[in-house]
């Protein structure tokens, strides 16, 4: 369980971080525990993996494509311990392998939205969004992205890092200047850490001003967002948690405690409409908004009646 607990524990504090990164480390952890356990009893085992998926999918509330790949591996079978590690290996190796091809997709698929010339606005860090301008950069086209820095963990410096590797040109921005620079902006391309049945988005703080912002510019906003961000729940109209942080990544103890009378908030994620959405890009298709549905359905196969009599509880070694 220590291992285990390490990776939860990295996924909560934001060393591993980005929603597809998160879904892939917990994959891993999964089959890795499934692999250390010792017992021989199908029950105790099965128990054991219940509570490992419950310990990773309480980590961080709002990326989806956590509990997506917990539940992705947990579907496992298997009479014995032996066969429900194979079937756990080949779940959480079939996750990983085609998480990471979904971003290459996604790449191809958006890029042909990119032209030469383009200034992009991009927020936060998503290897899937960067995906898109690596390829179109790839392919030759001339870009410039402007990247908000992306308070207050300053994701932006991640993404200035890696497009600077890429022999990206960006340029680097305060949060508040994304509604000045909009006019100089060609296209939006951001990430997702859920897509609602109804297409909203749920992504990082200021997700929502950014495409509010290109909205009133006339600016296409483009979602790169693999199927397992899409969030079968909220079917059933279950709103996506948002995560709330500690004040101290806004403001240090100390100065906090200077005042009597002031609290801080700090709301990890916000949520935009699907009105200021375009196009979401995922690996099987860009879509607009509206048919999130379909993903859920057809790509994730979830379907009302599954939903309705088991939720989304973690229980393992199903037949399926
Ligand atoms: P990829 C991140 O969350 C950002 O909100 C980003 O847009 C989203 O995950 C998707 O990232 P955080 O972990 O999966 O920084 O595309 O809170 O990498």
């Not at 356990?37 to 709002?62: G, Q, S």
């Amino acid at each position: 369980m220590e291992q285990l607990l390490e990776t939860a524990k990295k996924i909560k504090s934001m060393e591993i971080r980005g929603a597809g990164k998160i879904a892939r480390a917990a994959a891993a952890a999964l089959r890795d525990y499934a692999e250390r356990l010792t017992t021989n009893d199908i029950n105790e085992f099965n128990e054991k993996m219940e509570h490992a998926a419950e310990v990773l999918v309480n980590t961080r509330p709002t990326a989806v494509s956590l509990p997506n790949a917990v539940r992705a591996v947990m579907r496992y079978g298997g009479g014995t311990v032996d066969e429900a590690k194979i079937s756990i290996k080949k779940l959480a190796d079939g996750f990983i392998a085609s998480s990471e091809n979904a971003i290459k997709r996604i790449g191809e698929i958006g890029a042909r939205r990119v032209r030469d010339g383009d200034t992009i606005m991009t927020h936060c860090n998503s290897a899937a969004a960067n995906s898109i301008m690596a390829e179109a950069h790839a392919q030759g086209k001339d870009i410039n992205v402007i990247a908000t820095e992306s308070r207050p963990r300053l994701q932006g410096h991640i993404t200035i890092k890696q497009l600077d590797k890429l022999g990206i040109k960006s340029t680097l921005i305060v949060d508040s200047a994304v509604r000045y620079l909009m006019k100089d902006v060609d296209i939006v391309i951001m990430g997702a850490d859920a897509v609602t049945v109804n297409g909203s988005l749920i992504n990082k703080i200021g997700t929502s001003q950014v495409a509010l912002a290109a909205h009133e510019a006339r600016t296409n906003v483009i979602i790169a967002a693999e199927t397992y961000k899409f969030s079968p729940m909220s079917i059933l109209g279950e709103l996506v948690e948002i995560e709330e942080r500690d004040s101290s990544e806004v403001i240090s103890r100390e100065k906090l405690d200077e005042f009597s009378n002031v609290s801080v908030r700090n709301p990890s994620f916000d949520v935009t409409p699907r009105e200021y959405i375009d196009l979401i890009c995922t690996e099987v298709g860009a879509i607009p908004p509206e048919m999130a549905y379909i993903i859920i359905k057809d790509f994730l196969g979830w379907r009302i009646e599954e939903l309705n009599s088991n939720g989304l509880r973690f229980k393992g070694n199903q037949k399926h």
